[in-house]
């Protein structure tokens, strides 16, 4: 794969998981690399073990998206690559979903993922590539995650619009599905370990490859997409899922 020398790229919610991972691959790969977060203690201990920038930035936030952009520009001024991956899980049947769950998790993975864009465009670079993490979760039909499944259908539909207008900057923006990954994502949920492991073992049973995804197999897709080896592509959905996408039930 071509490498990334000379690219500047942000990875938010970089800190852990999934962003983690592909801000170490990006690294590797030669980039200049920012995270962002929402814990500044987090941000930094994760920015010092990568030896990347680490920058803190709710991105529901939309003033603190703002000073963000106000940061990069003044020590980055441009920048090449954008991966879209925060994001928040958190399942409730129907019937018990509340109006401030519905706000905060439309408000971090669509919302969110909107307003970051939206913000950093003026200072992305003819040429750039923006990467939304979406999930396959969006066609599954998993029980009791119907608005985290909208949230990222939501973006999914957004990102097809999204590249058909970005094309005349050559701008190429994708949405990348993973099925289940391994990452602190399903503790954050609060739910009890008995049913977290339950809720983990029926996932992996469907999954045909019948393991959880590593964050290392997320992060070698995403760095492809980011790349110029993938100048051709824009508008795009690419499930890294074991196979789950045609496996549902
Ligand atoms: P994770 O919890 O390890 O990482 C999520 C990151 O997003 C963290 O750095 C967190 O601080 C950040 N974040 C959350 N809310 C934020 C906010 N308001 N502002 C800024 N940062 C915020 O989980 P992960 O699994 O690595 O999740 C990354 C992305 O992958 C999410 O968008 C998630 O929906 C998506 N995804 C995960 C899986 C999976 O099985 N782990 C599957 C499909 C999609």
Same mark, same amino acid.
């Given at each position: 794969?071509? #490498?990334?020398?000379?690219?500047?790229?942000?990875?938010?919610?970089?800190?852990?998981? !999934?962003?983690?991972?592909?801000?170490?691959?990006?690294?590797?790969?030669?980039?200049?690399? !920012?995270?962002?977060?929402?814990?500044?203690?987090?941000?930094?201990?994760?920015?010092?073990?990568?030896?990347?920038?680490?920058?803190?930035?709710?991105?529901?936030?939309? *003033?603190?998206?703002?000073?963000?952009?106000?940061?990069?520009?003044?020590?980055?001024?441009?920048?090449?690559?954008? +991966?879209?991956?925060?994001?928040?899980?958190?399942?409730?049947?129907?019937?018990?979903?509340?109006?401030?769950?519905?706000?905060?998790?439309? @408000?971090?993975?669509?919302?969110?993922?909107?307003?970051?864009?939206?913000?950093?465009?003026?200072?992305?670079?003819?040429?750039?590539?923006?990467?939304?993490?979406?999930?396959?979760?969006?066609?599954?039909?998993?029980?009791?995650?119907?608005?985290?499944?909208?949230?990222?259908?939501?973006?999914?539909?957004?990102?097809?619009?999204? /590249?058909?207008?970005?094309?005349?900057?050559?701008?190429?923006?994708?949405?990348?599905?993973?099925?289940?990954?391994? #990452?602190?994502? +399903?503790?954050?949920?609060?739910?009890?370990?008995?049913?977290?492991?339950?809720?983990? *073992? /029926?996932?992996?049973?469907?999954?045909?490859?019948?393991?959880?995804?590593?964050?290392?197999?997320?992060?070698?897709?995403?760095?492809?997409?980011?790349?110029?080896?993938?100048?051709?592509?824009? @508008?795009? *959905?690419?499930? !890294?899922?074991?196979?789950?996408?045609?496996?549902?039930?």
């Amino acid at each position: 794969m071509s #490498t990334l020398n000379s690219k500047v790229a942000v990875v938010t919610g970089g800190n852990s998981g !999934i962003g983690y991972a592909t801000a170490k691959e990006l690294k590797n790969l030669g980039a200049t690399v !920012i995270i962002t977060g929402r814990n500044s203690e987090k941000v930094k201990n994760a920015a010092d073990e990568l030896k990347v920038k680490g920058l803190v930035a709710d991105v529901s936030d939309l *003033e603190a998206i703002d000073n963000l952009i106000n940061q990069i520009k003044n020590e980055f001024e441009n920048v090449d690559i954008l +991966f879209v991956n925060a994001g928040i899980f958190q399942p409730a049947p129907i019937g018990q979903i509340s109006e401030e769950m519905f706000d905060h998790q439309m @408000g971090i993975n669509f919302k969110g993922a909107v307003f970051t864009i939206e913000k950093f465009l003026p200072i992305i670079n003819n040429g750039g590539s923006i990467i939304n993490l979406s999930s396959v979760n969006a066609y599954t039909g998993m029980p009791n995650t119907a608005i985290y499944a909208a949230s990222k259908a939501a973006l999914n539909s957004y990102t097809r619009t999204a /590249a058909t207008e970005l094309a005349p900057r050559k701008i190429r923006i994708n949405a990348v599905n993973p099925g289940p990954v391994s #990452t602190p994502i +399903f503790s954050k949920t609060g739910m009890p370990e008995e049913q977290l492991n339950g809720f983990a *073992e /029926a996932m992996q049973n469907r999954v045909p490859l019948k393991r959880f995804g590593k964050p290392e197999d997320v992060s070698k897709l995403v760095a492809f997409l980011a790349s110029d080896d993938a100048s051709f592509i824009t @508008g795009g *959905e690419y499930n !890294i899922d074991g196979g789950i996408n045609v496996n549902p039930l």
